[in-house]
């Protein structure tokens, strides 16, 4: 494992017990737990650390490792409701991550949760629940929008994020997908229980790629994001996600092994 240099006093686990716990949870479509979620697994697999030196060491190793990124109860809408534990967004209005991302290569999941189905004739327009000169439509739409964003606050944050395919744009940028598009390959729209993939990259290109249940959206691709941006999603007319920051609760795997989760830098933790 290359761990136990780390930690004195403390003989690793028979190597058996490693590889099944691994191999099982593989089997069963996980990923790879972390090497603090390992440790803390060994009780329930009935081994032992042996020394409080070496329960010690376990317990730093875990506080140290770095977390990943969340969202924040700070960057929302007063009218969206977040459950921190789960990631599960839903009310009115648009919320950002807790920090900018700051590492080269990441990559998330946002899962579709709810999207009632709008009834009756309403304007179609991506905007429509925001739209009329910030009236609601008299239809309410259920919408989600998912990506990126620069910093958004105040009445920014009472809407759905700002796209760059915007006929007006706002005084901020966004790059994201949203609900009411068709989209290739199988020109349909985002529907219950989707899972939206968001692959971002500083220093290549394309900086932005999003992902539709395993499959590349290539015609969504983002050549330049510029600034300092966010993952951010945003959520009107009964809508409800889970935003996965962790790559446990990956349904599908990145682009490539590079796109890690996102971690929050030093200055944030």
Known sequence: L???PLIPGVSPPPSYLYSTSFERQRSSGGREPSV???????PSMG????TDAGLAAADSLAENETPTMTLSDRRKGPKVSLEARSGKVSGVGAILSTAPIDQDRSYWEVEISKLPLPEGDVDDSPFAADSHEGKEAETPVALCRIGVTETLSGALLDRHLPSVDDDKQGPRKGWVVES???YAPALQ??????VVGIAVQLSDFPMLQFFLNGEHLGGCDVSRVSGTVYPAVSVSGG???HVHFGDDKW???PPSAAFQPILMAKDVI
Request: one cysteine or more; aromatic letters at 10%.
């Open 239 to 241: 809508a409800v996600l």
């Open 189 to 194: 729209q985002l529907k219950e229980g989707d």
């Open 47 to 50: 081994c032992c650390l042996g």
């Open 251 to 253: 349904a599908h795997d």
């Open 180 to 182: 009411c598009v068709l």
């Open 2 to 4: 290359g761990l136990w």
């Open 36 to 42: 603090a979620a390992f440790i803390a697994s060994w």
